[in-house]
């Protein structure tokens, strides 16, 4: 409420106070204080009238908080007493005749203040409509239009496009978070109200700029003729963004991405172009920033089945879909299984069992590595102590993702699981590709420094693959090196077993046991044997199998030696 009107208002609860003791007064006039205007009424009689007009205006005042129209009684009563007393009395009581004169101008005057103070709460209640309505449809910081306005517009747009085309644009800023970070909210907030200048500036007249929040703006173009405005139109904006900006001491520039999706006719839902939209700045984000892209329906369908998947993944870490395969590794002078790698599958419900490259890249994406690579590690384990009492020696080869090898707490967890299940430490083989290790060879080498230090021993995946293994073998902690299976495959070429044979000198020179993977056909198993290879695994032994088909094979094996 304004001032004025906060004035009146006071003026106004003292007239109403008045007039409830005045008509009071009046009311009590002819009982208590006839007597005193013919100057013979005792002084105690007129201290009790005055005592009970106070007593009463106090009550009717207290009551009047709760039922505001108690205050009304008294001068209701007073004009109808005033009414009889005149009509059977005359007029010869002056004094009676002033007072209710009084209680009359009190009336009028309180129904002109009453008559302001509306006008005034009106005026306010009417400011107030307006300021809220204000901040219901802008955005404080820039002025622009909020998420609400651009809505309304766009919907209204949408109806009304005829055959013409509509068109939403959404501008991200670039690395906004590092502006408001290095100097201060302020510097942001000058930064974000430059920005929406800009991008009214680039617009027409009857199309909509809004702020959706954050560094997030986005600007409708409703009936468009041609399609390739909204290109121009938002490659024109990013460029008149990158122009630098001046605040104080600081230059900056403003990069931004902007996703486009433009829809013909109406019909379209604002969310379905919004998402349109939305899509098409994360690509323009994901090749590089600084980029407009306009939405591609097969993009969409490929995120979308992206997305399905992600959650299919995440439900089924959750529901325990996955099984553990073992895949057997084997003496090739006997051909008899020594030791298995441990290989997860994913146990679909509808798509039946999926191999670990159908999935693996998107749970380290996901962060459900970890998860996923604890969970095989124990259970392998569990199982892999089991077959070692009727196989004494008998080894177990689990992998490491790049996530557990950065995990600070793989050493305790290693170390609880042996404790759990278990399981020699010296039988337990930690297996890593040179791709993961070289994430951080130094902190790599002290990690598996100190998994050695449990009793494990660690291998060396898809050795020969890397740029530079030997200057590797010589900084990593490694027991055995898994020979790469193109070497393996190679061997039937006249140059192949020549590399072969030189990555088995490398092992053999650095005092580590060689494991060659990837064997499908006996004429490979003869050329390693040859090769003095001790170890492979491959098709030609044995496909990975569930741990229960393992155990007949180790039966098997152990029947046929007797």
């Given at each position: 409420?304004s001032r004025?009107?906060?004035?009146v208002?006071?003026?106004?609860?003292?007239?109403?106070?008045?007039?409830?003791?005045?008509?009071?007064l009046?009311?009590?006039?002819?009982?208590?204080?006839?007597?005193?205007?013919?100057?013979?009424?005792?002084?105690l009689?007129l201290a009790?009238?005055?005592?009970?007009?106070?007593g009463?205006?106090?009550?009717?005042?207290?009551l009047?908080?709760?039922?505001?129209?108690?205050?009304?009684a008294?001068v209701?009563s007073?004009?109808?007493m005033?009414?009889?007393?005149?009509?059977?009395?005359?007029?010869?009581?002056r004094?009676?005749?002033w007072?209710?004169?009084?209680?009359?101008?009190i009336?009028?005057l309180?129904?002109?203040?009453g008559?302001?103070?509306?006008?005034g709460?009106?005026?306010?209640?009417?400011?107030?409509r307006?300021?809220?309505?204000r901040?219901?449809?802008?955005?404080?910081?820039?002025?622009l239009?909020?998420r609400?306005?651009?809505?309304?517009?766009?919907?209204d747009?949408?109806?009304?496009?005829?055959?013409t085309m509509?068109?939403v644009?959404?501008?991200?800023l670039d690395?906004?978070?590092?502006?408001?970070?290095t100097?201060?909210?302020?510097?942001?907030?000058?930064?974000l109200?430059t920005?929406?200048e800009r991008l009214?500036?680039?617009?027409?007249?009857?199309?909509t700029?809004s702020?959706?929040?954050?560094?997030?703006?986005v600007?409708?173009l409703p009936?468009?003729?041609d399609?390739?405005i909204?290109?121009?139109?938002?490659?024109r904006?990013?460029?008149d963004?990158?122009?630098?900006?001046?605040?104080?001491?600081?230059?900056l520039?403003?990069?931004?991405?902007?996703g486009?999706a433009?829809?013909?006719?109406?019909g379209?839902?604002?969310?379905e172009v919004?998402?349109e939209?939305?899509?098409?700045?994360?690509?323009?984000?994901?090749?590089?920033?600084?980029l407009?892209?306009?939405?591609?329906?097969?993009?969409?369908?490929?995120?979308?089945?992206?997305?399905?998947?992600?959650?299919?993944?995440?439900?089924?870490?959750?529901?325990?879909?996955?099984e553990v395969h073992?895949?057997?590794i084997?003496?090739?002078?006997?051909?008899?299984?020594?030791?298995?790698?441990?290989?997860?599958?994913?146990?679909?419900?509808?798509?039946?069992?999926?191999?670990?490259v159908?999935?693996?890249?998107m749970?380290?994406?996901l962060?459900?590595?970890?998860?996923l690579?604890?969970?095989?590690?124990?259970?392998?384990?569990?199982?892999?102590?089991?077959?070692?009492?009727?196989?004494?020696?008998?080894?177990?080869?689990?992998?490491?993702s790049?996530?557990?090898?950065?995990?600070?707490?793989l050493?305790?967890?290693?170390?609880g699981?042996?404790?759990?299940?278990?399981?020699?430490?010296n039988l337990?083989?930690?297996?890593?590709?040179?791709?993961?290790?070289?994430v951080?060879?130094?902190?790599s080498?002290?990690?598996?420094?100190?998994?050695k230090t449990l009793?494990v021993?660690?291998?060396?995946?898809?050795?020969?693959?890397?740029?530079?293994?030997?200057?590797?073998?010589g900084?990593?902690?490694?027991?055995?090196?898994?020979?790469?299976?193109?070497?393996?495959q190679?061997?039937?070429?006249?140059?192949g077993a020549?590399?072969?044979?030189?990555?088995?000198?490398?092992?053999?020179?650095?005092?580590?046991?060689p494991?060659?993977?990837?064997?499908?056909?006996?004429t490979q198993a003869?050329?390693?044997?040859?090769?003095?290879?001790?170890?492979?695994?491959?098709?030609?032994?044995?496909?990975?199998?569930?741990?229960?088909?393992?155990?007949?094979?180790?039966a098997?094996?152990a029947?046929l030696s007797?």
């Amino acid at each position: 409420m304004s001032r004025t009107g906060k004035t009146v208002d006071r003026v106004r609860r003292c007239v109403d106070v008045i007039m409830i003791f005045t008509s009071l007064l009046l009311l009590a006039w002819p009982a208590l204080f006839a007597d005193a205007t013919r100057g013979g009424a005792e002084p105690l009689t007129l201290a009790v009238g005055v005592s009970l007009v106070l007593g009463f205006g106090a009550g009717v005042l207290l009551l009047a908080r709760r039922w505001p129209l108690v205050q009304y009684a008294p001068v209701a009563s007073a004009v109808v007493m005033a009414g009889y007393w005149f009509a059977h009395s005359g007029s010869s009581n002056r004094g009676l005749t002033w007072l209710t004169i009084v209680v009359a101008a009190i009336i009028l005057l309180r129904q002109f203040l009453g008559a302001r103070t509306n006008e005034g709460l009106v005026r306010d209640l009417t400011r107030q409509r307006a300021q809220l309505a204000r901040q219901a449809f802008r955005d404080p910081l820039t002025e622009l239009g909020n998420r609400k306005l651009f809505m309304d517009h766009a919907t209204d747009a949408l109806a009304d496009a005829d055959d013409t085309m509509t068109a939403v644009i959404l501008v991200d800023l670039d690395g906004f978070k590092e502006v408001n970070d290095t100097y201060g909210h302020s510097v942001g907030d000058e930064l974000l109200r430059t920005a929406a200048e800009r991008l009214t500036a680039n617009v027409r007249n009857n199309d909509t700029v809004s702020r959706l929040g954050g560094d997030e703006f986005v600007v409708l173009l409703p009936r468009l003729v041609d399609d390739q405005i909204a290109d121009t139109v938002a490659n024109r904006i990013l460029r008149d963004l990158e122009q630098p900006l001046i605040i104080g001491d600081v230059v900056l520039t403003i990069p931004a991405s902007a996703g486009i999706a433009i829809t013909r006719g109406a019909g379209t839902a604002v969310d379905e172009v919004m998402r349109e939209a939305d899509l098409a700045l994360y690509q323009a984000k994901a090749e590089g920033k600084g980029l407009a892209r306009r939405f591609d329906p097969a993009q969409f369908a490929a995120v979308e089945a992206r997305r399905h998947e992600e959650a299919d993944l995440r439900r089924a870490v959750d529901a325990g879909e996955f099984e553990v395969h073992y895949q057997p590794i084997v003496d090739l002078e006997g051909e008899r299984t020594v030791g298995v790698e441990a290989l997860i599958r994913w146990n679909h419900p509808e798509r039946g069992m999926i191999p670990p490259v159908a999935f693996l890249d998107m749970a380290e994406s996901l962060g459900l590595l970890p998860r996923l690579g604890g969970w095989v590690l124990e259970e392998a384990c569990r199982q892999a102590a089991e077959w070692q009492r009727d196989n004494p020696g008998f080894e177990l080869n689990v992998n490491l993702s790049a996530s557990q090898l950065g995990n600070p707490d793989l050493v305790d967890e290693v170390r609880g699981v042996l404790e759990r299940t278990g399981l020699p430490p010296n039988l337990l083989v930690l297996e890593l590709t040179e791709s993961v290790a070289l994430v951080d060879l130094v902190e790599s080498a002290r990690v598996l420094g100190a998994l050695k230090t449990l009793g494990v021993r660690i291998a060396l995946d898809d050795f020969g693959t890397g740029f530079s293994s030997l200057s590797h073998l010589g900084t990593l902690p490694v027991d055995v090196v898994k020979i790469d299976k193109s070497f393996v495959q190679a061997m039937q070429e006249s140059s192949g077993a020549s590399v072969a044979e030189a990555v088995l000198q490398i092992a053999r020179t650095f005092k580590l046991a060689p494991v060659a993977e990837g064997v499908e056909d006996a004429t490979q198993a003869s050329r390693l044997r040859e090769l003095e290879c001790a170890q492979a695994q491959g098709y030609h032994f044995a496909r990975p199998m569930p741990a229960g088909d393992l155990t007949a094979l180790l039966a098997r094996e152990a029947a046929l030696s007797r």
